[in-house]
């Protein structure tokens, strides 16, 4: 699976756009872009994933530029309770069950303040 | 979306004593469940994978004679963290998932004391 790199830690105020990016440059035709957060001391949450075209859920959305190297989640009205750890994650989508297997990054730490 | 639950959420346990922590699968048929380990401000790291009615197999550096998995039905598998000592003490999540998407448990946070 291809590797990603996000930066350390965001900061964003209450209300406004949240933007992550993700950068993949080594990402293959066939692997998916995959968004997961992680709030303090629970199991990881899954967000959104896209292949090729730019993505919306009641979460968020995910931009994905059209070379597919780098990527960018949006949570569109940031609250306080947005205040997690992101992951990029980028894998095969395999048969199975074998897909509950991640290789999680450092992630983003993105903090929301009033 | 399938839901896994895991227990208990949090334990504390005296050193050289044993701790068995539960996922389980509430509507989900999981043949493979994957135990992760996660120290402080550090990311998820993969122990073991879980396979129902076989045996489990572990990621490079994980004594599996300490961490005894064990996965009898297709809606359990259970971690047992043997002879704990105070370098176990993490936070313990467990997954499964389809071939679109992983589902995780609420995890367990051991103390070893």
């Known amino acids: 699976d291809a590797k990603t790199t996000q930066p350390p830690s965001m900061d964003c105020a209450e209300g406004r756009a949240a933007n992550l990016p993700c950068n993949h440059s080594t990402i293959s035709g066939n692997e998916y872009v995959y968004w997961y957060r992680q709030i303090h001391s629970q199991g990881p949450q899954y967000i959104i994933h896209g292949l090729k075209n730019n993505e919306t859920n009641e979460m968020a959305s995910l931009i994905i530029t059209e070379d597919r190297k780098s990527s960018t989640l949006i949570l569109p009205h940031a609250t306080l309770r947005d205040t997690a750890v992101y992951y990029c994650?980028?894998?095969?989508?395999?048969?199975?069950?074998?897909?509950?297997?991640?290789?999680f990054g450092q992630g983003t730490i993105l903090t929301v303040h009033p | 979306g399938a839901v896994v639950s895991q227990h208990p959420s949090w334990v504390i346990c005296k050193s050289g004593t044993s701790v068995k922590i539960e996922c389980r699968s509430l509507d989900f048929q999981a043949t493979t469940m994957f135990w992760y380990r996660q120290f402080p401000k550090q990311s998820l790291m993969l122990m073991a994978t879980s396979n129902e009615g076989s045996k489990a197999t572990y990621e490079q550096g994980v004594e599996k004679d300490k961490f005894l998995i064990n996965h009898a039905s297709l809606t359990l598998s259970t971690l047992t963290v043997t002879s704990a000592h105070p370098e176990d003490s993490s936070f313990y999540i467990c997954?499964?998932?389809?071939?679109?998407?992983?589902?995780f448990g609420q995890g367990t946070r051991l103390t070893v004391v």
């Open positions: 997954s499964t998932g389809t071939n679109t998407e992983a589902f």
């Open positions: 994650i980028v894998l095969s989508r395999g048969g199975g069950t074998s897909y509950g297997k991640l290789t």
